[in-house]
């Protein structure tokens, strides 16, 4: 009752409860970029309070992994894989949901299942195999097998997602410019396409991030330094040994999160959208 | 376009190739076969086959560049009588079992908290949803770093508020602490998509159902339990099936915290899967190891199929 009475204690009350989550889901995040901007002598003495900077911050740990480090190789392999690997999957995803949403032919329910079937099967199920024959085929150790691969997951999702962005576009837009003696490729082209371009979106942005965030694969099928990702990078060529550099380590994995972060910022509610619509759709 | 459709039947000549393949484009039974051939080939030659080659693998001696042999079910057999297999088997059903469990009543909870009126909506869902963006093996290293044995900002949070008596445990060293440890990562994971999810399910609940209930004295609780936990039922049943499949076959967040270690006591079929695969050069077993996923998966497939999507093509 006091909360009817009171609306603005009840808010507050709210946000109380809510605090526990933020600061579950934001701490990590918070202690590694500190610790990333902590002086060594700081960062390794047992008795200092890990909570705050007391020391006065430094850049030194980034410096060290950009310029010591292989880390801007891993970045640039990062960006290569999963831009080309999401463009090839928006466009594979994009003609096949528009065939499962709009056409009928043989075998289109066989294929719709397909691809359910696939966006469920896990990464980890079939990597050893997929090693063997990246190696039969000669791209073993090579960023181009990473390439190859990433579509096996990202295409079902693609696919799966632009269904249901088909599915909303009302079918008489698309009839009436056939009627008017546009194609069926140009109706999809000139009047489909353009309405779905919040799905494109959404489908690419999560492509991305579904790709940049891999790490099986990345993980089996390359290991030299030329050839790895950032995530595998940063978590394999920064930990040698017993000595472990946590201030580079935790400045790697800062940096390597910082393209997602930036998307992520710009595009939030496409990916909130995105998630449910995987979903439940 | 069409005027020059036109004009070719008309004038009755030949129409050119490149009409022709238009018009036969334009046909629904031409066109969507087309357009889905790139997915399947990519479907048939990069997940059916290799699937094909696991299965062979897993019935076979296959050891890193060495010919195979067909030995039958030997592998299945050896690995039940292997005690790291046996351990990974309980690890899988244990990590799952809690962290599903954890990820559903959080999820809800958090959905039902973000689903009020909210200062700074856009915002508190942002950073709700950051963990499931960041790239997971990334995050992990920061979680690594929050567990380490000499240095955890857990332990000394602990100490500091006297939870904890010094130096702690050592939470990547002991076999229990361990799996609380990653089952906290995965749940530190998993939260968003069981929060954002849900919470889209509590978004469509009419309101008119509430206020019904309201009128007739149902108080917060029963509303709950009698109007907003059956409706969730569907979007509950999605999530769960797919964040059980999705957690049964975690590979990063083992990887990067605990290798599987202590002793065994956090691999997951994943993990132990790559261990032997890969590292001991034992593909056979390896692909064996990693097909213990599929019962599971095949499980998940068939419920969704046959209870949530009543979709069809």
């Given at each position: 009752m006091t909360v009817a009475r009171r609306p603005f204690l009840g808010k507050l009350g709210k946000h109380l409860l809510l605090l526990p989550f933020l600061v579950f889901a934001l701490f990590p995040f918070y202690h590694m970029t500190l610790t990333s901007l902590k002086q060594d002598r700081e960062l390794y003495d047992r008795f200092a309070v890990p909570l705050i900077i007391t020391q006065g911050p430094t850049l030194e740990h980034y410096t060290k992994l950009l310029w010591d480090t292989d880390f801007l190789i891993w970045t640039k392999n990062s960006l290569l894989v999963t831009g080309l690997s999401t463009v090839v999957s928006v466009v594979i995803g994009t003609i096949a949901a528009y065939a499962l949403a709009r056409l009928k032919f043989a075998g289109v329910a066989a294929f719709g299942t397909g691809i359910f079937v696939t966006y469920l099967v896990p990464t980890s199920l079939l990597f050893l195999p997929l090693a063997q024959i990246i190696n039969w085929i000669g791209m073993g150790d090579s960023k181009w097998a990473l390439v190859l691969t990433y579509p096996t997951f990202l295409v079902p999702f693609c696919t799966w997602l632009l269904i249901g962005y088909f599915r909303t576009v009302p079918k008489e837009i698309e009839e009436c410019a056939m009627v008017d003696g546009a194609t069926r490729i140009q109706a999809l082209w000139r009047i489909v396409l353009p309405i779905a371009v919040p799905g494109l979106v959404c489908a690419a942005l999560f492509a991305f991030t579904l790709s940049w965030n891999e790490f099986i694969y990345a993980l089996t099928f390359t290991s030299s330094s030329e050839q790895i990702t950032a995530s595998v990078g940063v978590t394999t060529e920064l930990i040698r040994g017993d000595i472990y550099f946590w201030g580079s380590l935790m400045a790697g994995a800062v940096l390597g999160s910082v393209p997602i972060v930036i998307l992520y910022v710009f595009f939030l509610d496409y990916y909130v959208s995105g998630l449910t619509a995987g979903a439940i759709k | 376009m069409a005027v020059r459709a036109e004009e070719i039947r008309v004038t009755g000549a030949r129409p050119g190739l490149v009409a022709r393949v238009r018009a036969l484009l334009d046909r629904e039974e031409i066109l969507g076969p087309v357009f889905v051939t790139p997915a399947l080939l990519l479907l048939l030659l990069l997940v059916a086959y290799p699937f094909v080659v696991a299965l062979y693998f897993s019935m076979s001696n296959a050891f890193i560049g060495r010919p195979s042999e067909f030995i039958g079910l030997r592998n299945f057999v050896k690995l039940w009588e292997s005690d790291a297999f046996r351990q990974t088997f309980q690890n899988a059903f244990v990590f799952t079992g809690i962290a599903v469990v954890f990820k559903v009543v959080m999820g809800i909870i958090l959905a039902l908290l973000l689903n009020e009126q909210l200062w700074f909506k856009r915002m508190i869902r942002g950073v709700v949803l950051l963990p499931w963006v960041i790239p997971t093996a990334l995050s992990t290293l920061g979680w690594w770093w929050m567990f380490n044995s000499l240095y955890s900002v857990v332990n000394w949070t602990g100490i500091a508020t006297g939870?904890?008596?010094?130096?702690?445990?050592?939470w990547l060293g002991q076999r229990y602490y361990a799996m609380a440890a990653v089952i906290t990562v995965n749940i530190w994971r998993g939260l968003p998509f069981f929060a954002i999810t849900i919470l889209a399910g509590l978004v469509a609940i009419p309101k008119e159902l509430y206020e019904a209930a309201e009128a007739d004295g149902a108080g917060a609780n029963a509303r709950f339990w009698h109007i907003t936990l059956p409706l969730l039922k569907p979007v509950l049943a999605v999530v769960v099936l797919f964040s059980t499949i999705f957690t049964f076959s975690d590979f990063n967040i083992v990887y990067v915290l605990t290798h599987g270690g202590p002793i065994n006591s956090t691999h997951l079929f994943a993990t132990l899967s790559r261990m032997i695969g890969i590292d001991t050069g034992r593909i056979g077993e390896g692909a064996a190891i990693s097909l213990y996923l599929f019962p599971l998966l095949a499980f998940v497939v068939w419920a969704q199929l046959r209870f949530v999507r009543k979709q069809t093509f």
């Amino acid at each position: 009752m006091t909360v009817a009475r009171r609306p603005f204690l009840g808010k507050l009350g709210k946000h109380l409860l809510l605090l526990p989550f933020l600061v579950f889901a934001l701490f990590p995040f918070y202690h590694m970029t500190l610790t990333s901007l902590k002086q060594d002598r700081e960062l390794y003495d047992r008795f200092a309070v890990p909570l705050i900077i007391t020391q006065g911050p430094t850049l030194e740990h980034y410096t060290k992994l950009l310029w010591d480090t292989d880390f801007l190789i891993w970045t640039k392999n990062s960006l290569l894989v999963t831009g080309l690997s999401t463009v090839v999957s928006v466009v594979i995803g994009t003609i096949a949901a528009y065939a499962l949403a709009r056409l009928k032919f043989a075998g289109v329910a066989a294929f719709g299942t397909g691809i359910f079937v696939t966006y469920l099967v896990p990464t980890s199920l079939l990597f050893l195999p997929l090693a063997q024959i990246i190696n039969w085929i000669g791209m073993g150790d090579s960023k181009w097998a990473l390439v190859l691969t990433y579509p096996t997951f990202l295409v079902p999702f693609c696919t799966w997602l632009l269904i249901g962005y088909f599915r909303t576009v009302p079918k008489e837009i698309e009839e009436c410019a056939m009627v008017d003696g546009a194609t069926r490729i140009q109706a999809l082209w000139r009047i489909v396409l353009p309405i779905a371009v919040p799905g494109l979106v959404c489908a690419a942005l999560f492509a991305f991030t579904l790709s940049w965030n891999e790490f099986i694969y990345a993980l089996t099928f390359t290991s030299s330094s030329e050839q790895i990702t950032a995530s595998v990078g940063v978590t394999t060529e920064l930990i040698r040994g017993d000595i472990y550099f946590w201030g580079s380590l935790m400045a790697g994995a800062v940096l390597g999160s910082v393209p997602i972060v930036i998307l992520y910022v710009f595009f939030l509610d496409y990916y909130v959208s995105g998630l449910t619509a995987g979903a439940i759709k | 376009m069409a005027v020059r459709a036109e004009e070719i039947r008309v004038t009755g000549a030949r129409p050119g190739l490149v009409a022709r393949v238009r018009a036969l484009l334009d046909r629904e039974e031409i066109l969507g076969p087309v357009f889905v051939t790139p997915a399947l080939l990519l479907l048939l030659l990069l997940v059916a086959y290799p699937f094909v080659v696991a299965l062979y693998f897993s019935m076979s001696n296959a050891f890193i560049g060495r010919p195979s042999e067909f030995i039958g079910l030997r592998n299945f057999v050896k690995l039940w009588e292997s005690d790291a297999f046996r351990q990974t088997f309980q690890n899988a059903f244990v990590f799952t079992g809690i962290a599903v469990v954890f990820k559903v009543v959080m999820g809800i909870i958090l959905a039902l908290l973000l689903n009020e009126q909210l200062w700074f909506k856009r915002m508190i869902r942002g950073v709700v949803l950051l963990p499931w963006v960041i790239p997971t093996a990334l995050s992990t290293l920061g979680w690594w770093w929050m567990f380490n044995s000499l240095y955890s900002v857990v332990n000394w949070t602990g100490i500091a508020t006297g939870l904890m008596d010094p130096p702690g445990p050592n939470w990547l060293g002991q076999r229990y602490y361990a799996m609380a440890a990653v089952i906290t990562v995965n749940i530190w994971r998993g939260l968003p998509f069981f929060a954002i999810t849900i919470l889209a399910g509590l978004v469509a609940i009419p309101k008119e159902l509430y206020e019904a209930a309201e009128a007739d004295g149902a108080g917060a609780n029963a509303r709950f339990w009698h109007i907003t936990l059956p409706l969730l039922k569907p979007v509950l049943a999605v999530v769960v099936l797919f964040s059980t499949i999705f957690t049964f076959s975690d590979f990063n967040i083992v990887y990067v915290l605990t290798h599987g270690g202590p002793i065994n006591s956090t691999h997951l079929f994943a993990t132990l899967s790559r261990m032997i695969g890969i590292d001991t050069g034992r593909i056979g077993e390896g692909a064996a190891i990693s097909l213990y996923l599929f019962p599971l998966l095949a499980f998940v497939v068939w419920a969704q199929l046959r209870f949530v999507r009543k979709q069809t093509f």
